[in-house]
């Protein structure tokens, strides 16, 4: 019996990773969101952006693998309009938060 190599292992874990995250987003309600909208959800969820994040800082977030500005924008839309997100202080600001 062939043993199993190191790449052959990452791989394994990696889609037992997915997985558990394929399960979760399921269990949160994500599944009807894009990948880009419930990477902006992660990104705010981070205990940095607590209190919000300026969208330059969620446009330059490495989870967010750089979208386009207007990918980002029309995502951003429809997680407000879905009341995922909203922003803090007036729209002009530019900071956006997770609606609790």
Do not use: C, W
């Not at 969620?58 to 924008?73: G, K």
């Amino acid at each position: 019996m062939p043993m199993k190599t190191t790449k052959n292992t990452k791989l394994n874990g990696y889609a037992h990773m997915l997985a558990v995250l394929r399960s979760l987003e399921s269990e949160l309600g994500l599944t009807e969101l894009t990948k880009l909208e419930r990477n902006i959800l992660a990104v705010l969820s981070l205990e940095e952006f607590e209190n919000g994040a300026k969208t330059e800082n969620l446009l330059n977030h490495s989870i967010l693998d750089s979208p386009t500005q207007s990918s980002f924008y029309r995502a951003l839309k429809r997680l407000r309009d879905r009341k995922f997100v909203d922003t803090v202080g007036n729209r002009k600001t530019g900071i956006y938060k997770l609606v609790n």
